[in-house]
């Protein structure tokens, strides 16, 4: 039985990254190629569930969902029930890799723009020798070469599919091809292949221990503030309504 905290109607699992990768793992194990999804939520997922229903069916009915941000782990103590780690999308993104890699794991990346996934996948290579990917494809297709990249994926079988369109995009995209995917699992993973690609430079380890890399990720790229209003928006909420467990949609 999962282990889940509930906040505003979305169902986090209570897990650390060493479990995260063994329930992944299961859930190959178990899959048989049909796709499970794994879900990263954070604050803005959250706030964007209580406006987009699709998008909070979604995060609902996912087999894994990690938690993502410090907003997340505010909530579970809130509720007096601590998540037992925060888990950033490339820290999750790198545990699959390394259980992977043991495993003989196939992955394939769909994501990112023009040469980043196969920046991503240079870089993945030199920290892992013996990981099999298998194939990756730019994020940004043409939506009449979509077929095609599915027929690729499917050719290819891979146990992992990590999708980085971002939020909610590449939720809906593998939620709508889920029953055409040939793959194990599908995992959105944001803007980490930016970051595996060296496009994007992490925070300082004494801010990510904080908490705070979104402080980090708005002086880089300083667009982000509007998308950052939500953050005040959701600690009024969490803080202040009768039950933070309900979301707009629940039934």
Sequence with gaps: MRNTVRILGVDIDNI???EAGQITKELIENSNKNCKIIVAP???????AQKDEEFFNILKQAELATPDSVGVTIAGKLQKKPFKQRIPGQMYFRKV???GEKEGWTFYLLGGKNEVPE?????????????KIVGYHEGFFEKDSEEDVI????NLSPNVLFVAMGAPKQEKWIYKHRNELKVDVAAGQGGTFDYEAGRIRRAPRLIQKLGIEWIWRLILQPSRIIRMMVLPVYLFKII???DMTKGKFDK
């Design 97 to 99: 890799l390394e259980v």
């Design 151 to 154: 027929k690729e994926i499917n």
């Design 119 to 131: 920046l991503a996948v240079e870089n993945i290579k030199k920290m892992f020798p013996n990981i």
């Design 42 to 48: 954070n604050t803005e997922f959250i706030m964007m």
């Design 240 to 242: 202040f309504t009768k």
């Design 16 to 18: 650390n990254t060493d």
